[in-house]
């Protein structure tokens, strides 16, 4: 059974246990603690006692401490990749390039954070006005499985940075390489000052969010469990960052190329199948091209090969889990028994493992699940438009507001979206495009609080402002 990792040393939990499946292959492959609030408190303590010296360091002093946990992780990428191909089920490949973006990420903040500056003002001749940024204290991050390396380093490293110590729960689907960075990538770091608490939500999560001594709970994951924290954090007053669930529109007029913009498509839909917050989830089409982007769509979809993540060549691994399975083959037969038509995909591959096809669906009605709720899966609900505006419309006609794509050559087009759609994230004719250094707040029901970038570790700050007179008057 894995073992808790608190004040720098393995900590094993007896007692029940969970089972950590493969997702390709259904076999077990480890077993989990469920967590416990003797051990949820052990980590708090050793987090809080570890604080004060930690603070005290330099931002240098600690960028200084983490540069070499990034160097480990280049010398441990093939491990790292492998047990999250493992866990959750990418292609190696994916995997391993994920790793990649999770170094970067991690230099990134490193760069970042010794260049966290504190404001001043105008001030009368013999006084001082500014502003001091301190750490918060004890930060829950509380992370998902889909991107188990870079969110670890998106939010574990940064709040490492900024003086903050850490107690880290990952997902009780994807805690074999947490555990593994935790002693192997960031082992060296003063005990305490980076805990990994493992188990479930309603165990090890719930007791880390209502306990006293936790500062800061940074959370990425449902709706519906974000809601919760919130309401828990807000009856202690405790700061809350959270990202939440997404269902992002991607808009094709009829200005662009239709192939690209159908690979584009594709890959935003399709990656990771589907498992990624920012993914592609609602397809709006101009009408005059809208025949022929789904013929383009469907090509794609079928030229991508399904199976084992372990295997070479493979483009889609399994869904992280048969209730994952569960949630997309419903909203795909809700859609279909409404009307929709399936082009390609739209059943359950094979008979082991979680695996779902790139699915292309057409003739969908707007108030379908598959429309409405987050699916989280590998399906492409396309649906056409007549005018940019009524794009803009629908693109608009959900809860959620993380991300949005637009595929344009019209720059009036293009200025009229940024101005218009709902969401922190907007990217015209690509899928990607965070800079270093960029950050994103999100709409509505998908969150709250900055991520990413300086504003995302001056969250994870305090803000003391400070006036200074030389001399009482």
Not at 4 to 16: A, D, S
Not at 280 to 289: G, S
Not at 351 to 378: C, I, K, M, Q
Not at 406 to 420: G, I, Q
Request: with cysteine.
């Amino acid at each position: 059974m894995l073992s808790h990792w608190i004040n720098g040393r393995g900590i094993p939990e007896p007692g029940e246990a969970l089972e950590i499946v493969d997702p390709a292959t259904e076999a077990v492959v480890e077993l989990l603690p469920r967590g416990s609030a003797d051990l949820a408190d052990a980590a708090v303590e050793a987090a809080a006692k570890a604080g004060p010296a930690w603070a005290a360091l330099s931002p240098a002093e600690r960028r200084n401490l983490l540069l070499p946990a990034v160097e480990k992780l280049v010398a441990l990428r093939q491990d790292v990749a492998a047990l999250i191909t493992r866990e959750m089920g990418k292609p190696l490949s994916q995997a391993l390039a994920e790793v990649g973006t999770a170094t970067d990420v991690a230099r990134q903040f490193c760069d970042l954070a010794v260049h966290l500056r504190s404001g001043s003002q105008m001030a009368a001749l013999g006084e001082l006005n500014f502003q001091q940024r301190v750490p918060r204290g004890v930060c829950a991050c509380i992370l998902p499985w889909n991107f188990p390396a870079v969110v670890a380093m998106e939010n574990v490293v940064p709040n490492l940075l900024v003086g903050n110590t850490v107690v880290w729960k990952p997902s009780e689907k994807s805690p074999l390489s947490a555990r593994f960075l935790a002693e192997h990538v960031f082992g060296h770091l003063p005990p305490g000052v980076l805990n990994l608490a493992l188990g479930d939500g309603a165990n090890m999560g719930e007791r880390l969010i209502s306990h006293s001594d936790v500062d800061l709970i940074v959370f990425i994951g449902s709706e519906r469990t974000g809601r919760h924290i919130a309401e828990v954090a807000a009856r202690s007053f405790k700061k809350v960052i959270l990202e939440l669930g997404g269902k992002d529109p991607l808009i094709v007029d009829e200005t662009v190329d239709i192939g690209r913009a159908a690979r584009l498509a594709a890959e935003a839909t399709f990656y990771n199948a589907g498992q990624i917050c920012t993914s592609t989830e609602r397809l709006f089409i101009a009408r005059q091209v809208f025949e022929p982007f789904v013929d383009e769509l469907v090509r794609a979809s079928r030229a991508l090969r399904i199976g084992n993540g372990m295997e070479d060549g493979v483009d889609i691994g399994p869904l992280v889990d048969r209730r994952q399975l569960d949630i997309v083959s419903a909203q795909v037969t809700h859609a279909t028994e409404a009307g929709a038509r399936v082009l390609s995909g739209g059943e359950r591959h094979g008979n082991r493992g979680f695996f779902y096809p790139a699915t292309v669906l057409v003739d969908v009605p707007h108030d379908a699940s598959v429309v409405v709720e987050e699916t989280f899966g590998p399906v492409a609900p396309c649906i056409p438009f007549d005018d940019f505006g009524e794009a803009l419309a629908l693109a608009n006609g959900s809860r959620y507001g993380l991300a949005a794509i637009v595929c344009t050559a019209s720059a009036p087009r293009a200025l009229k979206a940024l101005h218009t759609l709902d969401a922190g994230m907007i990217r015209i004719n690509t899928m990607r495009g965070k800079a270093a250094g960029g950050t994103s707040e999100p709409f509505g029901s998908s969150g709250m609080g900055h991520g990413y970038g300086l504003e995302f570790l001056m969250e994870l700050t305090r803000q003391k402002s400070i006036f200074w007179r030389g001399e009482p008057r």
